[in-house]
């Protein structure tokens, strides 16, 4: 019994972590650039819809504690509507149809900052955001400073501008020592967005399925 119980254990040991599932509920809250201009954001639980009409704004949901130690995230995502491919290296020039932000914090910053705006989160100097995207003129794969977070952010383009449907597998922990040198961080939030508004284009698109662990 004693060996028989070792074995079960070790095999539990080596099955992966669960996947932790985000729900697109009431948590999210929508936070506008301007008073004039701001996208549709249509929470169904699994999944959201994104409407941009030569518009730009950006829906943020805080992460308890039990998602903070998260090393990868998966999700599928679809534009049947896209803005123009655009240089994502440019402020006031970087449109794109989908990116999704993971936002970090050092674990004590994140005990001081809980329930934060995320305006407040995003221009903290302890925080680093990794923003992966869909759109722009670049390669899969590469990875840009950010045009308004500097050195706290960076961009990793996933997909390039166009339509179509695809999903995701992320090394949260790995993309996170490439662009930002290691050291522990919490992952304390997550933000969708959708930004059409310097090419006064439209986008229709989806997230769906999004899950960290």
Known sequence: MLRLSAAVLLSLLALPALAAPVSFDGSWKTQKFSLFSSNTYGFNGGSVSVSSDGSVSLAYRPL?????????????????????????RKKGGDDRNLALYFVFLPEAEAQALKGASVRKLLTNNAARVLVYVWGGAHNRGAVLSSPYLGNRGKTIVLRGSGTGSASENVNL?????????????????????????????????????LNVN
């Not at 922990?173 to 310097?198: H, M, T």
């Open 64 to 88: 308890p504690e039990s998602y903070w130690g998260a090393s990868s995230a998966k999700w599928s995502w679809s534009v049947q509507e896209g803005v123009p491919a655009t240089d994502l």
């Open 173 to 209: 922990a790995r993309d996170y020592a490439n662009a930002f040198g290691g050291g522990g961080a919490a992952l304390v939030g997550l933000a969708i967005s959708g930004d059409s508004d310097d090419t006064d284009s439209r986008i229709r698109a989806t997230i769906s399925g």
